[in-house]
């Protein structure tokens, strides 16, 4: 059968162009065509890049002369905590670091991104419809699929061996196939707006008015991507190229209710506002209309993400959560997998094992990493002691894993999907462990009144993470912060009990005296 293309990839994002960025660097004489819906790219939400994912743009894609002139360094995660709406700035918690960040990472805008990344897939050789509509997908295995698209209001066909799902949260071949599943165990939602004349972190008048706040740290807080706490959500604040920030809530349904108001972006305003950190950078600024979003039921995954003459990659495959940024990540390893898999059977490779990995593994991957970071998570994020412990676990636990080996062999770690083999099985096992007991111990204290107690008068600046022996500091940090929480409960449950024993006592009295 004669084919058209090699590969047809409908979506023109960052995950869809990577996938056709790397296929064309392994195998030159593939044809492959574009599909992109829109005639540019909205602007999306900002987003930050992790280690992993910087590593990919960087070492694997080539990005570094780019994302160094047109996106901003990112200089790691800044977390604050407060207990009460009146608090003083700078009584509220700060967790982060004092230095420099060791590793690069940006803070990106998605749509200048996403816009460069589709310019160097052409420039490589491929082919791009756009603005097109697919308005009908045959997938027949090995005997090739069909498409059909809307361009420039005439419809055109094509026959190809390959379709990869880069649609994002469309998810178009999940819906098609019936694969799609939504995270019901993880019920939370976002809203989200980009913001004009938010206040400086660094400025000259925070020095004056704060200067402990503004000597303790030697980097800048405002390229950080600071994080507001409280519990059941958390609020994301990202300073974007040109001098927009973009800031936005995710919370968990069944712990807390987004606020009413007129608008959406009024109703996320009133929120930060309502936060002394918040308060105090938002208190001028004001929302850019028309950028306002908002998205329920964030997280879902594909049962299945491939078969002969198909695949899906980042969004399209699944999205847990935006905290801790991993969507870049898994766009980073889906990519490079499946172009990794189209360049083999484009030279002619039996490439039956590894669509079957793909299949297996991906499901572990998302479940381990829902289980080990997120699940249930946003019952403890309003406590600063328990969040800061999970903030040194889980990115020691990262760079130990993830971040030492990506750099060490990029090429070939891009090919293996985490919390694959005995280590990683051992890694999320462990993670989740702790996890399930930071939840736990959350409950206990919200239970008895000591939720969020000492969310005031500390802060906490590191020396920062580095994917080498040095982490274990960072890790025996989180560790003694943990065990010091479960001393706590501990007392709590033994202070429970000794209430209850307390209450008995003095009700079996007074049922004595009534005797009497």
Same mark, same amino acid.
């Given at each position: ?91 509220? !918690? ?5 230095? +420099? ?20 897939? !052409? ?31 005439? %419809?055109?066909? !094509? ?78 604040? /990202? ?119 793909? @299949?297996? +593994? ?22 600063? %002691? ?29 090919? @293996? ?37 000492? @969310? ?53 009295? +007074?049922?004595?005296?009534?005797? /009497?």
């Amino acid at each position: 059968m004669n084919f058209e293309y090699d590969v047809v990839i409908i979506g023109g994002a960052f995950s869809g162009a990577a996938t056709a960025l790397m296929l064309k660097r392994k195998r030159p004489e593939a044809r492959v065509l574009i599909i992109e819906k829109t005639a540019e790219f909205d602007r999306k939400v900002g987003e930050s890049t992790t280690e992993v994912s910087s590593c990919y743009m960087t070492r694997i894609l080539g990005l570094t002369h780019y994302l160094g002139h047109h996106q901003l360094a990112k200089q790691g995660l800044r977390l604050w905590f407060s207990n009460r709406p009146d608090q003083a700035f700078d009584d509220c !918690v700060e967790v982060g670091s004092r230095y +420099q960040s060791r590793m690069p990472t940006f803070q990106v805008d998605r749509a200048k991104l996403d816009s460069h990344m589709l310019e160097l897939a !052409v420039e490589a050789g491929c082919d791009l419809w756009r603005p097109a509509k697919v308005t009908k997908c045959e997938l027949n295995g090995a005997n090739g699929q069909t498409l059909n698209a809307v361009v420039d209001l005439s %419809e055109r066909g !094509v026959v190809c061996r390959w379709v990869v799902d880069a649609t994002g949260r469309a998810t178009m071949l999940a819906r098609k196939l019936g694969h799609l599943r939504l995270n019901t165990e993880h019920p939370i939602n976002a809203v989200w707006a980009r913001f004009s004349g938010v206040k400086q972190w660094d400025s000259y008048e925070w020095r004056e008015r704060f200067p402990d706040y503004a000597n303790r740290c030697r980097t800048s807080r405002e390229w950080a991507t600071n994080h507001l706490f409280g519990r059941g959500w958390w609020v994301w604040i /990202i300073p974007l190229h040109g001098g927009d920030v973009s800031a936005g809530i995710v919370y968990d349904s069944r712990v807390f209710k987004f606020p009413e108001g007129p608008s959406l972006g009024k109703r996320l305003h009133t929120h930060i506002l309502g936060n002394p950190v918040g308060r105090e950078i938002f208190g001028a600024a004001r929302v850019i209309e028309g950028d306002v979003h908002a998205l329920s039921m964030l997280p879902y995954q594909s049962e299945r993400v491939c078969d002969y003459g198909w695949a899906a990659v980042g969004d399209a495959a699944g999205f847990i959560d935006p905290l801790y940024s991993p969507g870049l990540d898994f766009c980073s390893y889906t990519s490079y997998y499946v172009a990794d898999l189209l360049a083999r059977s484009v030279a002619g490779e039996n490439v039956a094992d590894r669509l079957r990995y793909y @299949n297996q +593994q991906y499901p572990v991957t998302y479940r381990s990493w829902f289980e080990s970071l997120y699940k249930d998570k946003y019952y403890y994020m309003g406590d600063a %002691e328990l969040m800061s412990a999970a903030l040194l676990l889980d990115v020691s636990s990262y760079y130990l894993g993830l971040v030492r080996s990506s750099y060490r062999d990029p090429e070939c770690e891009f090919l @293996n999907l985490p919390f694959g083999g005995l280590g990683g099985r051992l890694a999320a096992s462990m993670m989740t462990f702790y996890n399930r007991r930071l939840v736990a111990l959350a409950n206990r204290r919200w239970a008895t009144g000591c939720y969020g107690r000492r @969310n005031a008068g500390w802060r906490e600046l590191y020396d920062g993470f580095v994917p080498d022996a040095r982490i274990r500091k960072q890790m025996w940090r989180g560790l003694r912060r943990w065990w010091k929480c479960e001393l706590i409960n501990l007392g709590l449950m033994l202070g429970s009990r000794a209430g209850v024993v307390a209450n008995q006592t003095a009700a079996a009295a +007074q049922t004595e005296a009534c005797k /009497i």
